[in-house]
């Protein structure tokens, strides 16, 4: 089976600008969760899709938000880009939900650096 | 409050020594516990993972992690390190109440040849 896959791998933008960014799951997998790793804050859950729907959300602002697909695609968009935005996002898949206790596979990241 | 924690940021250890990366979580109910390692520019991998049963928990690559209920732990453990082995490692915690993933802050492994 394919890996998780994430596009863009890296990504510039500038203050004020939103973005869009796509995790396809590994075939077969409903939920996709979106993490943000920053070196000074580490690695933070932003949320988890579950067949189409979030189900849970971390503390971040509205502007950041996601959406998931039919075919479990998930993307997340984040609008008014700060500087701290800047990282790399991850998505990871599992077959079922997150509270489960599936196993996680992650992708390989979008490196987003804001300007 | 911080749920996890690795007290150590880096560690440096000579190829074919053992090794012990430390992780306490904080967390009231039964928690889920995980151990995952990040090779530079890579996602994460899951090494291995305890939910109940034998304390004792076997990985790949040859790692293994014990769960202390009592000290709140979940310690990753390593025979002889391979050079292979330096990366980033994460410890986190399924807070099942929330469906949430706390992670660590991660401890950094240099193996020297």
């Known amino acids: 089976k394919a890996g998780v896959t994430q596009t863009p791998r890296y990504l510039i933008k500038t203050r004020g600008q939103q973005v869009t960014l796509s995790c396809s799951p590994i075939?077969?997998?409903?939920?996709v969760s979106w993490y943000q790793q920053t070196p000074g804050q580490g690695l933070q859950f932003l949320f988890e899709?579950?067949?189409?729907?979030?189900?849970n959300k971390g503390n971040f602002p509205g502007r950041f938000s996601g959406r998931q697909f039919s075919n479990s695609r998930s993307e997340m968009n984040v609008s008014t880009l700060e500087l701290g935005d800047s990282a790399l996002y991850l998505c990871?898949?599992?077959?079922?939900?997150?509270?489960?206790?599936?196993?996680?596979?992650f992708g390989p990241g979008t490196r987003l650096t804001v300007l | 409050a911080q749920s996890v924690t690795q007290p150590d940021i880096h560690i440096t250890v000579s190829e074919g020594a053992s090794l012990e990366l430390r992780c306490n979580y904080s967390?009231?109910?039964?928690?889920?516990l995980f151990w995952y390692v990040q090779s530079p520019g890579q996602g994460l991998q899951l090494l291995l993972k305890?939910?109940?049963?034998?304390?004792l928990v076997q990985g790949i690559k040859g790692f293994e992690a014990e769960f202390k209920r009592s000290q709140s732990s979940f310690n990753l453990r390593k025979p002889s390190v391979h050079w292979s082995d330096a990366a980033e490692y994460f410890c986190?915690?399924?807070?099942?109440?929330?469906?949430?993933?706390?992670f660590g802050p991660g401890t950094s492994l240099s193996v020297i040849p």
């Open positions: 990871a898949s599992s077959p079922g939900r997150l509270g489960l206790g599936d196993t996680q596979y």
């Open positions: 075939s077969g997998h409903r939920s």
């Open positions: 899709y579950f067949s189409e729907t979030q189900r």
């Open positions: 967390y009231g109910a039964t928690p889920y």
């Open positions: 305890y939910f109940s049963g034998d304390t």
């Open positions: 986190a915690v399924l807070k099942t109440s929330y469906d949430k993933v706390i």
